[in-house]
């Protein structure tokens, strides 16, 4: 009598990084903490070396081609400008069957098509996090945007959980607006309170503008995100036609990339506030009026 033979264990997936920058060294960090092998980790620049060993240690820095060729599961971390032109590149050391995801939001599966012609499987994986390629992401949980064909969605939500996300599936053609909405919620809102800041240095209050700003815009974040246009306070919501032309009076010597930047917002918050009955149609007219004025200049432009 025969006894059939037990199958052999799966061997786990082999991962490679290729890009060692502000997220590769955090995916290929994350990946080895969970105990899955990565084979190696590719860095082209001084400071990818350095952030790839100060990180990933266990892990070898070695060139692009090997890595994509010793995994299964091959993590392209590049920027947006360069993802097509990389996974082209590397095309001819993939095999059927591979796993090949990049990190970029913008991008969907096409930008993995010289993958997929070899018979490689795509998966599009964003992280909606901000990066400081440093160990203060290791413990930071988020969103990823996911996209991917049905046979590869339960890798690419493992993958997600992994890394210490939770999956949110894109679809293909939504992605650039996905990432568009984010680029514009969290990079300008950067650009927004660097502004912020530099006003309250201006008026000898730069050392305490954390202490001003965090609990201000914290709880305004927090209140947009629950209550969306209903957590709106201020002059703009209140109809305050003077207080909005002081306030363009008072930015009229200030940088003209702030000064553009407060018009431009206030405008769109005016036209929200409009839109959902906070400001009646008089009111609102007004109120762009005043942002368009010509600013009373009290003195030097900078």
Known sequence: MTHPRPHAPARPHAYGVVGAGRVGSVVAARLHAAGRPVV????????????????VPEVPVRPAADVAADCDVLVLAVPDD???????????????????????????????????????????????????????????????????????RALAEDLAAVLGGTPVWIDDADRVRYHAALSHGANHLVTLVAQARDLLQGIGAGAEAATILRPLLEAALDNALDLGDAALTGPIA????????AHVDALATEPSSTRDAYVAMAHATTERAAADGRLDPATAAVLDAALDERPRVSGPVR
């Open 40 to 55: 190696g980790i590719s860095a082209r620049s001084q400071a990818s070396l350095l952030r790839a060993r100060t990180l």
């Open 82 to 152: 360069a993802l097509v032109a990389v996974c082209e590149e590397l095309s001819t050391v993939l095999r059927p069957g591979q796993v090949v995801v990049h990190t970029s939001g913008r991008h969907g599966l096409d930008a993995l098509s010289a993958a997929t012609r070899v018979g490689a499987r795509a998966v599009a994986l964003h992280p909606a996090m901000t990066f400081t390629g440093s160990a203060v992401d290791l413990g930071r949980g988020c969103a990823m945007g996911l996209t991917a064909a049905d046979t590869e």
């Open 238 to 245: 209140r109809g305050d036609v003077t207080t909005v032309r």
